[in-house]
């Protein structure tokens, strides 16, 4: 036994063990944030099927859903611009413009639930919205079944994707086979997802700065979880308000509940792929990055960050930018005589 023991004291010895220090701000990130997966998130309500996703695909990219046969939801959640439009607000029917901002489609299945004030609780309910709205797509569920039900390769399309169903083409099963799509657009693998998931050098010394800055001043707070926000609503103007020009007049939530409570009350935005979507905020009104960084720390936090700050905490929101879907644009099936045709009123 001494020998095993004097031979263990001389390997120590001559081979010492480096047990590494946990690194405390990779600790702290672990706990308030999680990296985006790689499958998406089963949803109870809608089984993902391969059969939805790929009906799923073709609609989100099928202008025919609107009433001017332009508009589909990859105009205002463009997949090859970060699932937004680059666009203040996004314009729709007859060229009218929204009130608000087109937040990015990408990860949006992890959301508490869909568009600015939350009015939708899926992304099911929320493909409703946009197809009936009169600033948007401005169609009718008639009209979308009527124009679904009078191309064969859709009707076989829907029969699979919804085999137990009486009625396969229903507008509900549009906006189901759209959700199921959506929740695969996930963009995992950024770099900070590395870090999270113990590659140190995943950041640089600054991203990291940047990364610490955003815990400590408390910016996790609603910019946690997969998503880094999301996940809850907000007043926007905490301690400062923002120029009138940024807020734009919206009061939010407010106009959903009615209740004072929720004066200028809005969810907040996913951070992650920030450097994909601009403009910023509900009226995207701010065009720049650290602009935004500056609007936030004073509105939310009641602080005046540094420009030093500014710059790191960016330099650490850009590591958030992930692996982008690649996406194939469909080829949609041809029409026939009983197609509807384009209405331009």
Known sequence: MKKVLLIMTAFLFVFPLHI?????????????????????????????????????KMLYFEPRLSRSALISCNT??????????????????????????????????????QFWDGRATDLAQQAKGPVQASVEMSNTPGEVVKTLKSMPDYVERFKKAFSADKEPVSFENMAMAIEAFEATLLTPDSRFDKFLTGDEKALAAREKDGLQLFMAKGCAAC???????????????????????????????????????????????????????????????????????????????????????????????????????????????????????????
């Open 223 to 345: 910019h946690g979880g997969v998503n880094m926000g999301g996940a809850g609503y907000f007043p926007f103007g905490v301690l400062e308000k923002p120029k009138a020009e940024i807020t734009a007049g919206d009061t939010g939530r407010f106009k959903l509940t009615g209740s004072e409570s929720d004066q200028y009350v809005f969810k907040s935005p996913s951070l992650r792929n920030i450097e994909l979507t601009t403009p910023y905020f509900h009226s995207g009104k701010v065009w720049c990055l650290k602009e935004a960084v500056g609007i936030m720390g004073a509105a939310q936090l009641g602080i005046k960050l540094s420009q030093s700050e500014i710059e790191r905490i960016a330099d650490f929101l850009k590591t958030t930018t992930g692996v982008q879907p690649k996406v194939e644009y469909p080829i949609l099936p041809v029409p026939t005589k009983d197609t509807p045709l384009p209405k331009m009123d």
């Open 76 to 113: 205002c959640h463009n997949l090859g611009l970060g699932g937004a439009d680059f666009q203040e607000t996004s314009v729709g029917h007859k060229w009218q413009k929204g009130g608000r901002n087109s937040p990015t489609v990408l990860n949006s299945v992890f959301n508490i639930a």
């Open 20 to 56: 590494a220090a946990a690194d405390p701000v990779m600790q702290q990130a672990q706990a308030l944030f999680k990296p985006i997966p790689k499958e998406p998130p089963a949803l109870a309500h809608n089984p993902v099927t391969p059969e939805k996703v790929a009906l799923g």
